[in-house]
């Protein structure tokens, strides 16, 4: 079959590209159909293929097309989509793709030397058993070399660095009864080794796929919602012309038209125009701040009010976003040097075991078993050992409870991350978009008479502005009709004006000063003038989700960049202790300070200003409306407006890591059974195939418990 | 003993083909998309057949 694009094959010698957005929205299969039609009629488009399992779709397109041209058309057919940079969607797949290969060609072998194996337990003799064993040899050899590589390469780094891990004894096990089978084959020995070998290597590349393909799931996830906040600007030309300029290519002392509704790309100088500007990614502010000309505005900070020229002063890595995310780096170090419990187990297990198998072959030397006799029991007491069960002991728990947790909306972004979530005993919170859901909220919707309603929310689905917003949210959610309005105009920074059966009707922004921004006067006619109050909410269940982690053992507080009488305000609605005004810097410095004392800080923060606390919490959770930043930096991402799934994803951890013991238990209960079957020579390949795999079945069944962990 | 000649190969075969296939499909991306291949039965193809 050819690889043709329509495009190629009209002839024109057209060069295509390929985007990757987001599309958070797709529901159903109505939508799939919706897009992908909707997109390929579209000129310049050569093809767009909807990943309905990552929210994603792939366009093959035109050059000429930049990435808001794209966003654009996505919107005309009705979804909002986010351009997806290209490094984040190819992190991660090659691994998993690798380890499922590696267990497929295992898998495949495993089952193809256990039916010769099973004759030759069966009773096969003389030259059918040995051209069985050279048949098993000739499937496990290449199995071995091909899927043993991720065991044989970490085994070899560690022991280059003078360490030792989980891999050491797997590699040592697998060679050694490779080679003691292929010589025992040679010389028409009864026993070979080869299933045991490539089984256990089979098993153990599901736990190693299971471990990864965790991990890219929830990447995945986080990636979907991951909103870029500057991807870039539009730039004045000299001539005046407007031209998209990506944010890496930005210099300071260009211009950028700032429109309202768009983030910033760049630190700068506000040249012309006066707008409000949502600093609270950045500060942790809830209330829009005032900036007009001549006034310095930072990157990443959102335009609410009216289109401003800013002048750029620093860009890229010298931003002051830049300086937090350099902060944030220095501050996940500790995290790094975290041990995760499988290699914690390996630190005295894999000494234990090569001991063992040491031990056994000098006292059977001693005994005068011969050497060949001793080796052939040395081996099978590692194969024996080798941790097979352990090695699916972990991964296999967590990954049904991170299923489960998905199921309840947290993301949890790797296996170290729930054991870590499980020794929690300290929680700090952020306020503003954390315990609060970071935008506003109609608090008196009472004053609008039910007359009324459908004009204001006619009113209000004109605007993008977040009081706007919040005044939709209410009304939409009764299930109101707007009314039909002429003459609709949004003036930037004032509001929202059109008529109304001969009557003006406005939305627009209280004259009176003494409001600090979180207000907005709805007028119809001389009859109806009301002023509309907002708030930044809390979050549904904050209280009782503090009140549950206090039943779990964990103290709650806040740590807030917002001014103190607001931070005290929510402190109090919550019953916890607060320190307000923060920086970045100080958030991590009060953090640092609970670590010295020895508590395991869960942070949960959103905005840009938390990233240096998430990366320097012992754990870090973020909410999906966070910022890329707080994302990313974030272990576990939760979604939805409510609080409770940070409760939940400590319990579900606390129940993961149980299982986990349970599981070690296990694996070693089953070793102190058959460890002394091998050290005294019992230990024939039927009985090492049987425990091998009756261990890791009972491991994985009770990982399965797991499933409704987090309900 | 005649018998083996002929059915060993013939189970290596079997096996080898099934990974094969396997390998092929993971290599054309038929587990890109599991929720995706689920939705796709359900669409009609129905106005293609109208504007034919």
Known sequence: ?711 | MNGLVVLIPVALGLGLAGLAAFFWSVRSGQFEDLDGAAMRVLLDDDDDKESE
Not at chain 1, 437 to 452: A, F, H, K, S, Y
Not at chain 1, 504 to 530: E, K, Q
Not at chain 1, 678 to 701: D, F, N, Q, R
């Open chain 1, 1 to 711: 079959m050819k690889h043709e694009t329509p495009v190629a094959a009209a002839g024109t010698a057209m060069q295509t590209k390929t985007s990757v957005f987001a599309v958070p929205g797709m529901r159903c299969a109505g939508c799939i159909s919706k897009l992908e039609k909707g997109l390929s009629g579209v000129e310049g488009i050569a093809a767009a293929r909807v990943n309905f399992g990552a929210k994603r779709v792939t366009l093959t397109h035109d050059p000429a097309f930049d990435e808001p041209a794209l966003k654009a058309v996505i919107g005309k057919i009705g979804f909002d989509a986010e351009p997806l940079p290209n490094d984040l969607v190819e992190i991660g797949d090659g691994e998993s793709r690798m380890l499922l290969r590696a267990m497929a060609v295992a898998g495949f072998a495993a089952m193809n030397i256990m039916l010769l194996s099973v004759s030759v337990w069966s009773g096969a003799e003389g030259p059918t058993r040995d051209m069985f064993h050279w048949l098993s040899a000739l499937i496990a050899i290449p199995t071995i070399a091909y899927s043993g590589r991720p065991f044989f390469r970490s085994a070899f780094g560690a022991l280059r660095r003078g360490r030792t891990n989980m891999d050491v004894p797997i590699s040592i096990g697998v060679l050694l009864a490779t080679g003691l089978s292929l010589f025992e084959t040679a010389i028409s020995g009864p026993h070979a080794y080869f299933d045991g070998a490539v089984m256990l290597l089979f098993f153990l590349l599901t736990g190693r796929w299971l471990d990864s393909v965790m991990r890219d799931r929830a990447r995945g996830g986080v990636t979907q919602l991951l909103r870029q906040t500057a991807r870039g600007a539009y730039v004045i030309g000299e001539d005046g012309r407007h031209r998209w300029c990506e944010a890496r290519s930005l210099a300071p002392g260009m211009r950028m038209h700032v429109a309202a509704g768009e983030r910033l790309a760049a630190d700068g100088i506000i040249e012309d125009g006066t707008s409000a500007f949502d600093l609270s990614l950045l500060t942790g502010e809830s209330a829009p701040q005032a900036r007009g000309a001549g006034d310095a505005v930072l990157a990443g900070t959102l335009n609410l009010g009216a289109p401003v020229v800013v002048r750029a002063s620093a860009v890229g890595a010298d931003t002051a976003i830049a300086d937090i995310a350099r902060l944030m780096e220095s501050a996940g170090q500790t995290r790094s040097r975290y041990v995760r419990v499988a290699d914690r187990a390996a630190r005295w297990y894999a000494p234990a075991v090569h001991t063992l198998a040491a031990l056994s072959f000098a006292g059977w030397m001693l005994a005068g078993a011969g050497w060949h006799h001793s080796l052939v029991i040395a081996v099978a007491v590692l194969i024996i050992t080798c941790p097979c069960a352990l090695g699916l002991a972990v991964p296999a728990a967590q990954i049904v409870a991170s299923g489960a947790l998905m199921r309840r909306g947290v993301l949890v972004k790797d296996g170290s991350a729930l054991e870590r979530l499980s020794e929690v005993t300290t929680a700090a919170f952020d306020k503003t978009g954390t315990l609060t859901l970071g935008r506003p909220v109609l608090v008196n919707p009472e004053v609008v008479r039910e007359t009324d309603a459908p004009v204001l929310l006619a009113l209000a689905s004109a605007s993008r502005h977040p009081l706007a917003d919040a005044v939709r949210r209410h009304f939409e959610g009764t299930g109101l009709v707007p009314a039909v309005l002429t003459d609709v105009t949004e003036t930037p920074g004032e509001g929202v004006t059109g008529r109304y059966r001969g009557h003006d009707v406005r939305l627009v922004r209280p004259s009176a000063s003494s409001d600090t921004g979180m207000a907005s006067r709805f007028a119809m006619g001389a009859g109806t003038n009301v002023l509309l109050r907002f708030e930044d909410a809390l979050r549904p269940d904050a209280r009782s989700t503090i009140h549950e982690l206090a039943t779990l053992g964990i103290d709650s507080s806040i740590l807030s960049g917002d001014r103190t009488e607001a931070v005290a305000d929510t402190a109090a609605a919550i019953g916890i202790g607060a320190v307000a005004a923060l920086t970045p810097a100080g958030k991590l410095g009060l953090i640092r300070a609970m670590a010295a004392e020895g508590d395991k800080v869960l942070m949960v923060g959103d905005g840009l200003n938390d990233g240096p606390a998430l990366a320097a919490g012992h754990v870090s959770m973020a909410p999906g409306s966070a910022s890329d930043v707080g994302q990313n930096a974030a272990d576990a991402v939760f979604m939805g407006d409510s609080l409770a799934p940070v409760a939940a994803a400590i319990r579900a951890a606390r129940r993961t890591m149980a299982v986990v013991r349970q599981n070690f238990a296990l694996a070693i209960g089953y070793n102190v059974i058959a460890v002394p079957l091998a050290v005294t020579g019992h230990v024939t390949p039927l009985i090492a195939a049987l425990a091998m795999s009756g261990s890791s079945v009972i491991v994985i069944a009770n990982a399965l418990r797991l499933r409704n962990a987090a309900e």
